[in-house]
């Protein structure tokens, strides 16, 4: 947690600093890029389980991750009107992992056994505020020791004239590198090295209506194609005879989710927010996502929100547990992520939103705490606490 405490006190002294200038009420709208907000966001993660994929579906899953994740964003106004928006974020997680630290069945000699990933993003979006029409434009990374991606969005959003209602158009393409590491037993040197390729294609369509004061709902689909090494190349499957193999899928998935989303206000102080998402795929799985939250406002500046998420999935057509897999099978996997299970996630959120900011400074205007306990059927279960601080020029 110390890494949490440091990153957030040295924010709060620049912000400190750079809230001493005057703030202008005049509604002057900037024709520079300047900063609206920042949002800074630190959460700690950790969990256990029995069914490690490295060990072939049986070990420990013992994990704990701290991510800090600061998100900055600017706005200028063009000369026609043309509001253009830039979002910088950069995120950093560290991780440490029992069963990743198993790749060479001894302990602490994984060079995965904990790592670092670094996630830098770029937004750039474009509306025409008197036509309702926005075009955004992104790109982005993710570093890990194993693992390196490249991402890039494109959407496009469109009011209806009433302003009511709201479509969106999204594309998004990630270009990944998977660092091929067996395990030990399995190398045919040192370290057989290389990288393979994996691609994600995902397209996006989504509807937002405002029914009345009170209700309004939202459509989405999606389809998702993936392309090349969907495998991890240190996950290990034991066959029934005794020996042991590597984790191989095949190189191609499409998957199609389909998901609602409704929220409909109960007087000035409860919101009820339901959602649900369906999800198949040709790997022959299935599952469905039913999610509800109830903000509850106990002043107009201090809220609560209890929530609850219930999750249910099929298996794989690849996947058998510890020594089920036969030499005969040309794809097999012992990846409990990719096993028949359901899961609960529940927890709580308290926001606070002070009309004079938080800390006697307006230009802090808001502070988030979540927590929430996740468990499912396999045995897995974790914790995770976030914290949102926002602050606004």
Request: hydrophobic letters at 35%.
């Amino acid at each position: 947690m110390k890494k949490i405490v440091i990153s957030g006190l040295a924010l709060l002294a620049f912000f400190k600093i750079q809230a001493q200038t005057p703030k202008d009420s005049t509604g002057y709208k900037p024709t520079k890029l300047k900063i609206e907000e920042v949002n800074l966001v630190s959460s700690y993660y950790r969990q256990n389980g029995d069914n490690a994929s490295v060990t072939g579906g049986i070990g420990s899953q013992k994990l704990t991750d701290i991510a800090n994740v600061i998100d900055v964003t600017l706005v200028k106004y063009g000369k026609t009107g043309k509001k253009h928006t830039l979002d910088v974020e950069i995120g950093v997680d560290h991780y440490t992992s029992a069963s990743s630290d198993r790749v060479d069945l001894q302990a602490n000699t994984s060079a995965s056994s904990s790592d670092i990933r670094v996630y830098p993003s770029l937004l750039y979006t474009a509306e025409q505020i008197d036509k309702g029409r926005s075009f955004a434009i992104g790109v982005g990374s993710s570093t890990e020791y194993d693992y390196q991606s490249f991402n890039g969005t494109a959407a496009f959003i469109q009011k209806t004239k009433d302003r009511n209602g709201e479509f969106t158009a999204r594309f998004q393409a990630f270009l990944d590198q998977v660092k091929i590491i067996k395990p030990i037993e399995l190398r045919q040197g040192q370290d057989d090295g290389g990288t393979e390729a994996r691609n994600t294609f995902a397209g996006s369509l989504s509807y937002a209506q405002a029914i009345n004061k009170n209700l309004q709902v939202s459509l989405t689909a999606d389809y998702v194609q993936q392309t090349g090494y969907l495998s991890l190349p240190f996950h290990r499957v034991y066959l029934n005879d005794g020996t042991v193999s590597q984790e191989n899928l095949p190189d191609t998935r499409t998957k199609i989710p389909i998901g609602g989303r409704l929220s409909y206000f109960l007087g000035d102080h409860l919101i009820v927010r339901a959602f649900y998402r369906f999800y198949t795929d040709d790997w022959d799985m299935q599952s469905h996502t039913a999610e509800l939250e109830l903000p509850v406002k106990i002043t107009p500046f201090f809220s609560l929100t209890p929530f609850y998420r219930y999750y249910d999935q099929t298996r794989i057509k690849y996947f058998k547990a510890y020594g089920e897999h036969t030499a005969a099978e040309q794809y097999r996997t012992s990846n409990y992520d990719l096993s028949p299970f359901h899961s609960n996630f529940y927890g709580i959120g308290v926001r606070m939103a002070p009309e004079n900011g938080l800390f006697g400074n307006p230009h802090w205007a808001m502070l988030e705490f979540r927590v929430g306990h996740y468990d499912r059927s396999t045995d897995l279960n974790a914790n995770i606490a976030s914290v949102n601080l926002k602050y606004k020029v």
